[in-house]
């Protein structure tokens, strides 16, 4: 079974400066997806970055980028430019690509305060 | 274009009564997948609907089940509810040929 290990439950970090947030994961399929979820107070999962392990390239939105280390199986998190916005929790999340089916390993979560 | 919208956006039950949510996907997903979350457990995957057939199924006791309508609309049931059930859950949708899972806001469910 796979599985999604956050370390950190906790991390805090300045306005306008950059903070990495670290995912580990475990499974034995070659090919799947990983992404980064964000839940402000209103509950809600945003998608924040999402990448394809077949794709050796690492992603980026805007101010948010991944380290992807297949090999390692680690997927991290950069924010570059922290705004207060960006104070959420985030959870780390894989899924197959293989067996049609949409669901969704997730990670404990990580804390994130930005401190003005 | 409308997102996932789960109503109602909080419930309080009375143990051993059963508890109805539900769950309207963003207009053209077929796929509806159904979290809960708590602070000990985290987000645990329930179960998915596609095209009105369960496609994948997580561990939790018979106690949970669901159903999707020919519209993609889902609802999933708790039937004697447990204090343990109290969680916020969380309802996504997908596009048969997207990668990406949009979430609801989430119905918060208290058992007293």
């Known amino acids: 079974a796979q599985t999604v290990t956050q370390s950190q439950p906790e991390m805090s970090v300045q306005e306008a400066e950059t903070v990495t947030l670290s995912c580990t994961y475990d499974?034995?399929?070659?090919?799947?997806?990983l992404f980064w979820y964000k839940q402000p107070p209103s509950r809600q999962m945003i998608l924040v970055i999402r990448?394809?392990?077949?794709?050796?390239q690492n992603a980026t939105e805007n101010r948010f980028s991944v380290n992807f280390q297949k090999a390692a199986k680690s997927f991290s998190l950069k924010i570059s430019d922290s705004q207060l916005g960006d104070a959420a929790m985030y959870f780390c999340?894989?899924?197959?690509?293989?067996?049609?089916?949409?669901?969704?390993?997730f990670g404990k979560g990580m804390k994130l305060t930005v401190n003005p | 274009k409308a997102g996932v919208t789960q109503t109602p956006r909080y419930l309080i039950k009375t143990r051993g009564q059963q508890v109805t949510l539900s769950c309207s996907p963003i207009?053209?997903?077929?796929?509806v997948s159904w979290y809960q979350q708590t602070p000990g457990q985290g987000l645990q995957f329930l179960f998915e609907?596609?095209?009105?057939?369960?496609?994948n199924k997580g561990n939790f006791p018979g106690r949970f089940s669901g159903r999707q309508f020919s519209n993609s609309r889902s609802e999933m049931n708790v039937s004697t509810l447990e204090l343990g059930d109290s969680a916020l859950y969380l309802c996504?949708?997908?596009?048969?040929?997207?990668?990406?899972?949009?979430f609801g806001q989430g119905t918060r469910l208290t058992v007293v």
């Open positions: 609907y596609f095209s009105e057939t369960q496609r």
């Open positions: 499974t034995s399929e070659s090919d799947y997806y």
């Open positions: 996504a949708s997908s596009s048969q040929w997207g990668t990406e899972a949009f």
């Open positions: 990448q394809e392990a077949y794709k050796q």
């Open positions: 999340a894989y899924r197959r690509t293989q067996g049609g089916s949409e669901k969704l390993v």
């Open positions: 207009s053209g997903h077929r796929s």
